[in-house]
């Protein structure tokens, strides 16, 4: 069973800093599976990047997704207030095996 | 535009069925491809994959949760369906439906594209 580990788990950033989220596979997983998504404070998550890299439809090109192997990490360049959420990883390993980090909060 | 709302009580009694039911706007539930999906969040806490249905009834469970869980789709009401038996406090949590589409860029890959706005639903006597 693939484990997601999401560093760190709280991170405090002014807007126009840049953001660096970290996703840590327990095992080597395919980059095409792994997605990022965005969730507010009471709302439903939002799909950022799938593919690790590829920006969902509507998403600004300061969200970058990067890596591969074990190693995954979502950049958003020039945070904006909105930005502002909670950064959740998820890899695909099959019909029965969605897995989700932990999750990390960005805040102000 | 793609809609998506849960609906159900919020409130179960310790042993009993959980029942929460997603009613799909402005996309068909029969769409070819098209996969439906429950995910619940903990309060606080992260998100958890429970099960996916096809419009032909097919369907694929967190094995977790597998012995405990049945999805179901009525295609004519273009809705979807879950129930959890036997539940705990540990199953209080919002639950979400969302769609899955399968994006293809080499390989089909999923992406929870839509979502529900969630339903809380805690288990208390």
């Keep these: ?108 | 535009q793609v809609q998506l709302q849960e609906s159900g009580p919020g409130l179960v009694k310790p042993s009993q069925t959980l029942s929460l039911t997603c009613s799909v706007v402005g996309a068909s539930i029969s769409t070819r491809g098209d996969y439906w999906t429950w995910v619940r969040q903990h309060p606080g806490k992260g998100l958890e994959w429970i099960g996916n249905i096809y419009h032909t009834g097919t369907t694929y469970y967190n094995p977790s949760l597998e012995s405990r869980i049945t999805i179901s789709v009525d295609t004519s009401r273009n809705h979807f369906s879950l129930k959890l038996d036997s539940v705990t406090a540990a199953d209080t949590a919002i639950y979400y439906c969302a769609r899955v589409r399968f994006h293809f860029s080499g390989q089909l890959v999923p992406l929870f594209d839509y979502w529900g706005q969630g339903a809380l639903v805690t288990v208390s006597s």
């Design chain 1, 1 to 108: 069973e693939i484990v997601l580990t999401q560093s760190p788990d709280t991170l405090s950033l002014s807007p126009g800093n840049r953001a660096t989220l970290s996703c840590r596979a327990s095992e080597s997983i395919s980059s095409t599976y792994l997605a990022w998504y965005q969730q507010k404070h009471g709302q439903a998550p939002r799909l950022l990047i799938f593919g690790a890299s590829t920006r969902a439809t509507g998403i600004p090109d300061r969200f970058t997704g990067s890596g591969s192997g074990t190693d995954f990490t979502l950049t958003i360049n020039r945070l904006e207030p909105e930005d502002f959420a909670v950064y959740y990883c998820q890899w695909y390993g099959g019909s029965t095996e969605y897995t989700f980090g932990q999750g990390t909060k960005l805040q102000i």
